[in-house]
């Protein structure tokens, strides 16, 4: 087998750690072509760490590694490289070394703080114990792990390592160590592909060097990754035009000629490969998603497991950049035996975003906001934005989308099931503005939908979207939108029943641009109940915005109290971040056309219950009681309240929700996690729902969009 695995070529510079001189001949590296930069180890010199964090400060693209002996506590050296690499933008390479023994523990030490597991670490090596450290942070990407030796570290590095280093008294005459390639036996013996590690050697600058003299390293050593050893900008400056370019050409030549097929693409590694699930072809992911797809055994898996909600542990995250990403993603999920979940911003409840063992289609990275058309207020947003970043898009322009009451939530998923927000009576649900959709369908192809074309899944589209195939774009028309009233209101919510009852009043005999809802928790001892009131008025009058809340502030004893006068934006936005939550959320929706005494008194008694640990009551109302029942899917247009309810217990939650059934005109698909099928007859009128039966039998024969709130064939 030859040496010569193919990996592509790599040029770094192996500097002193002198301060701020090596943080400047790291960007020289960086101008001159240079693909990394290695802080030699030496004494009294300043700590690595601090000087890579300065020099991916002042770099933007070099990737960046410290030369580091194991004597450093390995835990610690893994925060370190995982918070360099995470400043960085995935830059960081850790170069260890030291003892064959220290180093094998170390590695495991690293590797374990870096795993993506909850539970604390544990380690009894005989250099290195660890009783229970706490993990992380995760790397922005897989670090590699190089170890830096002489030969008798080779074997550690071919069951362990990312890479080889190999160190020597004997160099050549370009100051290389010869005859050291990573035996392929020795990788094979450790149950891994020699395609996994790069070899490297260092490089000491002369003047008699040529790229001919490097050639052999290449390809009978099969060295891929080449640092020179100098701090004489002179001397990178000449290795990097004199001696790269020439040895690029001449390596690209004999590959050609010996056959040696040149990847672009990393072997992955078996540290990620011994976490691979069953029932995936992970081989056979589409070369366009390999890169940027997420395993259980990447760094960036904790961060894309679970939801806002739902704990989970995919088998495989892909994460398309392009529509035609999404039909590939598509077209491989369909073939595995596996779920499929599909995440816009992970803050789904009925539609899942993750699952166990399955594959997560993650439109994350589809995300952009445009302007089409001025003059009409005509917007593209892709699912994978936020409402926060689509508010704060729309701001400068004086415009506004409903949508929903937190900026932290994907388009995906509300722009396909309703829409609910702080000027929903005002201007209506999400889906009411819709006026165009690209999508994705089980069959891999992409198609449009409006009005005039493919007008019947048009109209699925707008409260029922999410079973019919992917939204890669939404078109939407907005509307204008000025600073706005907010308000938020503690009351005393002893008297439960009262205080919703004359909420409801409050709300229907509002003006429409008048939009509220409230918060009931569970009430503490010793306390009373506290109710959480919010509203939004669109108005930028002080006397205005204070006459439309003094009714809904009147629904109880005032207990605390904020208004001000914001931009939308101002409303809208939250921060943003990985989720991690852990367990399967328990919730009941309903719509109801009015919160009467008989519907308030049993909210009383399901609050007192203690069978519900969060309630919430929205108003709808107002401008989307004006749109015709069958115009979209979402038939809940006489209602004039959406209700929601968390409980702990599945069992508990359903038994009183059940029995409060006569009360509700409908349901909402988005925050209904109840899986009997009754639920479907529940959000959908029967001829509405024949409607999307022939629309999924058309576009979705085989159930593939099914881990949502599903709609099957027949």
């Not at 390596?251 to 691979?276: K, L, N, Y």
């Not at 892909?318 to 529509?323: A, D, I, N, S, V």
């Not at 729902?689 to 058309?698: E, G, I, V, W, Y």
Request: net charge negative.
């Amino acid at each position: 087998m030859s040496a010569d695995h193919g990996h592509p070529l790599r040029f770094g510079a192996l500097l002193t750690p002198d301060g701020d001189a090596a943080v400047e001949r790291a960007r020289l590296s960086e101008e001159l072509g240079y693909d990394l930069v290695v802080l030699r180890d030496a004494p009294a010199a300043l700590d690595p760490w601090t000087l890579l964090s300065w020099a991916a400060a002042r770099t933007s693209r070099i990737h960046l590694a410290a030369a580091v002996p194991t004597g450093d506590v390995p835990a610690l050296l893994g925060r370190a490289a995982a918070s360099v690499d995470l400043l960085s933008g995935g830059r960081v390479t850790l170069l260890l070394q030291g003892s064959a023994a220290h180093l094998d523990e170390a590695i495991d030490v690293i590797r374990g703080v870096w795993a993506a597991d909850r539970s604390p670490l544990h380690f009894d090596g005989r250099h290195h114990r660890l009783a229970g450290a706490e993990r992380g942070p995760a790397p922005a990407h897989n670090i590699p792990i190089w170890i830096a030796g002489p030969p008798d570290l080779a074997p550690l590095a071919a069951r362990k390592a990312d890479g080889w280093l190999p160190t020597s008294a004997a160099t050549s005459a370009a100051g290389t160590v010869p005859g050291t390639a990573l035996s392929a036996v020795a990788a094979a013996e450790a149950g891994r592909d020699p395609r996994e590690i790069i070899t490297l050697a260092s490089v000491r600058p002369a003047p008699t060097l040529r790229a001919g003299d490097l050639l052999p390293l290449v390809l009978d050593e099969g060295v891929s990754t080449f640092l020179l050893e100098t701090d004489d900008p002179a001397e990178l400056r000449r290795f990097a035009t004199d001696i790269v370019p020439a040895l690029r050409a001449a390596v690209t030549c004999e590959r050609r000629a010996r056959g040696v097929a040149q990847s672009g693409t990393p072997v992955a590694s078996t540290f990620v490969r011994r976490h691979r699930r069953e029932g995936i072809d992970y081989d056979g992911i589409p070369a366009a998603l390999a890169s940027t797809a997420i395993e259980p055994g990447d760094a960036g898996y904790a961060r894309v497991r679970s939801t806002y909600l739902r704990g989970g542990s995919p088998g495989l995250v892909l994460r398309p950049g392009t529509p035609g990403e999404v039909g590939q993603a598509v077209l491989f999920a369909r073939e595995q035996p596996v779920k499929l979940a599909v995440r816009s911003g992970g803050h789904g409840i009925s539609g899942r975003s993750t699952n166990n063992g399955g594959i997560v289609i993650d439109l994350s990275r589809l995300n952009a906001i445009e302007i089409l058309d001025k003059a009409t207020r005509r917007v593209r947003v892709e699912p994978g934005a936020r409402w926060s970043d689509v508010a704060a898009a729309l701001a400068p322009h004086g415009w506004a989308l409903s949508s929903g009451d937190y900026g932290g939530v994907g388009v995906g998923g509300l722009a396909t099931s309703g829409g609910i927000g702080w000027l929903v009576r005002e201007h209506g649900l999400t889906v009411d503005h819709l006026r165009a959709v690209d999508l994705v369908l089980a069959d891999g192809s992409l198609v449009r939908a409006d009005e005039s074309e493919n007008a019947e899944l048009f109209w699925g589209v707008r409260g029922a979207g999410a079973n019919f195939g992917i939204v890669t774009s939404f078109e939407f028309e907005v509307d204008e939108v000025g600073p706005v009233g907010f308000a938020q209101f503690a009351v005393d919510a002893t008297d439960t029943a009262g205080f919703l009852q004359r909420w409801g009043a409050a709300l229907e005999a509002a003006p429409r641009d008048v939009t509220s809802s409230l918060i009931i928790g569970q009430a503490r001892p010793g306390q009373p109940l506290i109710g959480q009131i919010m509203a939004v008025v669109d108005a930028d009058d002080a006397e205005t915005i204070v006459d439309r809340l003094r009714p809904i502030a009147s629904a109880a004893p005032l207990l605390d109290y904020s208004i001000q006068v914001v931009p939308y934006e101002a409303v809208m936005n939250a921060p943003q971040g990985p989720h991690d939550a852990q367990g399967e959320p328990v919730t009941r929706s309903a719509l109801a056309d009015h919160l009467t005494p008989e519907l308030t008194e049993a909210v009383a008694r399901l609050v007192a219950s203690g069978r519900t640990y969060f309630f919430q009551i929205r108003a709808v109302g107002g401008a989307t009681s004006d749109v015709p029942v069958d115009a979209t899917p979402y038939a809940g247009r006489s209602a004039n309240f959406q209700l929601v309810a968390f409980g702990p217990s599945r069992r508990g939650l359903d038994e009183i929700w059940d029995g409060m059934s006569h009360h509700f005109s409908g349901l909402y698909i988005n925050f209904e996690t109840d899986l009997r099928p009754e639920r479907l007859h529940d959000a959908y009128p029967e001829a509405t729902l024949r409607r999307l039966r022939a629309l999924k039998r058309r576009y979705d024969p085989g159930n593939v969009f099914r881990d949502n709130f599903n709609i099957t064939p027949s």
